[in-house]
Every structure is written in structure tokens, then in C-alpha cells.
């Protein structure tokens, strides 16, 4: 029988994952990271930082669904089915930390399955091994801007049947293209931006300084990682372009990329206004990827 300070805990740990994640694992969330345990968020894009904990946030979340949650469904998408077994160990860390979790009916590298009937799933960024799932309680895009734009078609409409379902996109940017980019600038999400230190200026006060009021005003929750180091940041400057792009969490352009994306974009719409009639305007042949990124 459970005593009163372990039902209290329970009790506490159900109406708070934040509380939970400190009760139950010892786990104290960055503030970023306590953004991500507010309940009552539908949608969220983590635009973050390589190593800045992103990962282990969803995960402490997912644990949280899955302990207090009966029949509860957490789906797992990433690009490839190693990617998604990849993140699924990270989950399985955060249970295992946990000595409330319910006991294990399925246990194995993509499924885990829970005596309280709750479930976690995790599938490849397949088109077609996605369909068939229905209202999951948290559904999962890891490394969400290299994921295929059908992929993510295909996986929303999972959701039409539920007006609590969860969603978190969580990635480093992959250039100015793809699903994720356009939610991004659409603005329609909870939108999570953790920067490293930006060791490519001279005054990263006042750099960061004016990138927290630029995201103030575009509606983005602008964080600074704590967990790089400044040294080891360092080393990864020697590469600018990388450095923009998976630390700095810029939108970066194609390296060889012929054309812009503003460009492209410029150029559609004087095509549009010149032929109004058309439907579709492929300029995929000036995009290095050989995918239009204007339609």
C-alpha cells in the first residue's frame, strides 16, 4: 500500500511534470526546458542548439504522459529508424531513472508498452509506416528540418480527432526549406529558440542582448544554452557555416545553392503576375537540391 508522502508525490508529479522530473529523477530543468513542461501547449518547435538538452526535455515530457496517463500513445518520428531508436534510448533513460514508472508489458528497441495500457512507439520518417496511428497524446519530429515534407503530411492528420494531442518539432535548422522552416516563419507554433554563445562577434552581450529583442517582437522564446562550454565552442568556429547553423541556429542558404531563397521567391511571384492562370511554378531547376522550393 502506498503511503501518504508517495501518493502526495504522485499526486503533485501528475498535475506538474515539472515537479515530477525533480521528485521523481532529480532532474532540475533549465527554464527554456521548463517551457516545454507547461501543460496546455499543443505545438512546439524547439529550434536549438547541437547538445543543448532539447532531447532530454521531450523526454522527461514523454515519461511524464507515460507514467500518470492510462492507454496514453507517444509516437516517435524521426528521419531514419536509427535516428528513432536513438531517441527512444534517450526516453528509456529517463524511465528507467524513475522508480514510479509503471511495470513494462512490451520492451523492446521500438516499443515499450506499459501495464496502465500507455505505449511508445518509434517509427522511421517512412511516409507509409506512419499511417494507422490515431490521437496520440505526443507526437514527436526529431531532427524535425531533415524530416520529408510527406512524412509530416502524413503524420498530421493524425491528430484531427484530438484537441489535446502535443506536438514537438525539435531540431538544429537544415537551410531556408522544408515543413519545419515554413512553420517556423508562420508563426503559428511555440516557438523555442537555445543558442550557443555566439563566439563569432566581439560583444556577445550586446549581440545576444538584440537577438532577445528581435524574438520578443517576432513572437520566438529566445533562450542561451548553459550547457556549451566556451572552449569547446571554440573549436567549432573554425567552420563559420556550421558553426551559424548548428549552434547559432541561423536558416543558413545552400552553400552551392545557385539561386537564394528570396531570390526564387521574388521570381514566383513576378511569374504569378505575368501569368495568373498558372497553378504551379516549379523553379526546381535552380535549386541544387533539384526540389522546388517555390510552389
Avoid at 534510448?89 to 512490451?106: C, N, R
Avoid at 480527432?161 to 506536438?167: A, D, F, I
Avoid at 573554425?238 to 521570381?267: D, H, I, K, S
Amino acid at each position: 500500500m502506498l503511503g501518504v508522502s508517495t501518493l502526495l508525490s504522485n499526486l503533485a508529479g501528475a498535475l506538474d511534470p515539472i515537479v515530477d522530473a525533480q521528485l521523481s529523477t532529480g532532474f532540475y530543468p533549465y527554464e527554456w526546458q521548463k517551457l516545454c513542461l507547461q501543460p496546455g501547449l499543443t505545438r512546439v518547435q524547439l529550434l536549438c542548439a547541437r547538445q543543448s538538452g532539447k532531447t532530454t526535455i521531450v523526454s522527461v515530457k514523454s515519461k511524464n504522459k507515460l507514467k500518470y496517463t492510462a492507454d496514453a500513445l507517444v509516437l516517435i518520428i524521426s528521419p531514419t529508424e536509427r535516428q528513432s531508436i536513438e531517441m527512444m534510448k534517450k526516453v528509456e533513460s529517463a524511465l528507467k531513472a524513475d522508480p514510479g514508472m509503471p511495470a513494462m508489458k512490451i520492451d523492446n528497441r521500438l516499443e515499450k508498452e506499459f501495464v496502465n495500457g500507455s505505449r511508445i512507439i518509434a517509427l522511421p520518417g517512412i511516409e507509409k509506416s506512419i499511417r494507422g496511428y490515431s490521437d496520440p497524446d505526443i507526437l514527436i519530429f526529431d531532427e524535425a528540418s531533415r524530416i520529408m515534407d510527406e512524412v509530416f503530411e502524413a503524420a498530421m492528420p493524425m491528430l484531427i480527432g484530438s484537441l489535446t494531442s502535443e506536438v514537438y518539432a525539435m531540431t538544429t535548422p537544415h537551410g531556408k526549406r522544408g515543413w519545419f522552416y515554413e512553420e517556423w516563419i508562420a508563426g503559428e507554433w511555440t516557438r523555442i529558440m537555445v543558442q550557443a554563445p555566439n563566439l563569432l562577434v566581439d560583444d556577445r552581450e550586446q549581440y545576444h542582448h538584440q537577438m532577445r529583442e528581435y524574438c520578443e517582437h517576432q513572437g520566438v522564446n529566445y533562450h542561451i544554452s548553459e550547457r556549451h562550454l566556451i572552449e569547446n565552442l571554440k573549436k567549432e568556429t573554425r567552420r563559420e557555416y556550421y558553426y551559424r547553423q548548428e549552434y547559432l541556429c541561423e536558416f543558413m542558404e545552400l552553400q552551392n545553392a545557385v539561386f537564394t531563397r528570396e531570390e526564387l521567391e521574388g521570381a514566383a511571384a513576378t511569374i504569378r503576375a505575368l501569368q495568373p492562370d498558372l497553378d504551379t511554378i516549379d523553379l526546381g531547376a535552380l535549386a541544387v537540391s533539384g526540389k522546388s522550393l517555390v510552389q
